[in-house]
């Protein structure tokens, strides 16, 4: 009687270790679940809040230079990278930022400038000069007309015309470029195929 009664004592004692196991476990198991639930909710909430961030600073960027003008001043000293030319030409480019954050616009004019082969915009960097966007191109578009030297050419473009250095890139890397003070014209002429006017696009607004 004794050994059956320890018998029954012994079985139950092993089925309560057993569901006490598979309490353990399971309340385990529950945990890590929601410790891996509530990791993902964190990274995606960074990630979303890195996102958000970054195109405030963009479209906050665009704000402030949207409806503004951008004076440059091109000379023969002005042109990016370290070769500079001796001419009498000199002119003035002025950019304006439109409402939409992705259109730019711009006024060209210079005087005592000939044959014009191309007018860019340009950054430097390490020595090297790499283009941005292509305003004007003799090759693509022809002469371009100008009286006694005198220049004028108006028009506008967004990101889908950049090229080389920012092609692919949005507004706002050449608003940054603009802004750091990395960014310039240049205009190219049969003289001066390096360049014979240009200047920086500096950040002071107008």
């Keep these: 009687m004794l050994i059956y009664m320890y018998l029954v004592f ?15 476990t399971a309340a385990a198991i529950s945990g890590l679940v929601v410790a891996a639930s ?6 995606n909430s960074n990630s979303y809040y890195y996102a958000t961030a970054q195109s405030s600073s963009q479209n906050q960027t665009g704000q402030n230079i ?26 003035k ?19 005592n400038l000939n044959d014009t082969k191309n007018i860019l915009l340009s950054t430097s960097t390490g020595g090297r000069v790499r283009d941005l ?4 191109s003799a090759t693509a578009q022809g ?27 949005q507004m706002s890397d050449l608003l940054k ?3 750091d003070g990395n960014a310039y014209v240049k205009v190219t002429s049969s003289a001066y195929p390096l360049g014979q006017i240009g200047g920086k696009i500096t950040p002071t607004l107008q």
């Design 10 to 24: 012994l079985i139950s004692m092993m089925m309560n270790t057993r569901r006490l196991f598979l309490l353990i």
């Design 38 to 43: 509530t990791s993902t909710n964190l990274a």
């Design 66 to 91: 949207a409806g503004k003008r951008l004076i440059v001043d091109l000379t023969g000293q002005g042109i990016p990278g370290p070769v500079k030319s001796q001419t009498d030409a000199s002119g």
């Design 93 to 111: 480019a002025v950019f304006t930022l439109g409402g939409d954050g992705n259109t730019m616009s711009y006024v060209i004019n210079a005087s």
């Design 133 to 136: 966007v292509q305003i004007y």
């Design 143 to 169: 002469p371009l007309q100008s009286t006694n030297g005198t220049l004028a050419l108006q028009g506008n473009f967004t990101s889908a015309n950049f090229i080389d250095y920012l092609q692919g890139k």
């Design 177 to 179: 470029m603009i802004l």
